[in-house]
């Protein structure tokens, strides 16, 4: 299996096939508007702007499912994004990206690579164990995503070869993208 099996909904509801994406080098995310995480939307877009030409593909996946934190339609989220992030990578359909009811693409993608901790650098760290200890123990004690803004890097073949936590930023990520441009 690769993501090419999965058909997932754009943020205007229309079934788009991950076959769509053959070949090129994806970097998958769950996000949300209103995230201490959220401002890694410009360097995502950054990530895209430098890498496109390349192959690079950036498919947002909105989730409300932390702390509530994408609580808007699709269109706004949508808007919000390209207002106040500039974003042109494509937006999918606001899901479930964690439990029973998250997303197969999502089921699979923590399948494939598992949760091996946060950055203990990143500033957010302390305060993103201390909620999830206090609010949601429940996400600790799988390999499900933690929270807003993980992303899984996917080869050019379909093969998930990477996880990023939320606390590893957009620009770190670049050298492991450009190993597979």
Not at 19 to 40: E, H, M, R, W
Request: contains cysteine.
């Amino acid at each position: 299996m690769k993501i090419y099996d999965f058909t997932v909904k754009t943020n205007r509801g229309v079934e788009k096939s991950l076959a769509d994406y053959k070949g090129k080098v994806v970097l998958i995310v769950n996000t949300a508007s209103k995230c201490g995480f959220t401002p890694q939307f410009e360097g995502l877009q950054k990530l895209y702007d430098e890498y496109k030409g390349r192959g690079l593909e950036i498919l947002g996946f909105p989730c409300n499912q932390f702390a509530a934190q994408d609580p808007g339609s699709n269109e706004e989220i949508q808007t919000f994004c390209k207002l106040n992030y500039g974003v042109k990578f494509q937006i999918f359909e606001k899901g479930d990206v964690r439990g029973e009811n998250a997303q197969p693409l999502f089921k699979y993608l923590t399948s494939q690579k598992k949760f091996e901790g946060f950055d203990p650098a990143h500033p957010n760290t302390a305060l993103l164990n201390k909620v999830l200890k206090e609010n949601f123990p429940e996400f600790l004690k799988d390999d499900g995503i933690k929270w807003n803004f993980t992303k899984f890097l996917i080869d050019r073949e379909g093969n998930v070869i990477a996880r990023f936590e939320p606390t590893t930023d957009p620009e770190k990520i670049a050298p492991e993208i450009e190993k597979f441009l």
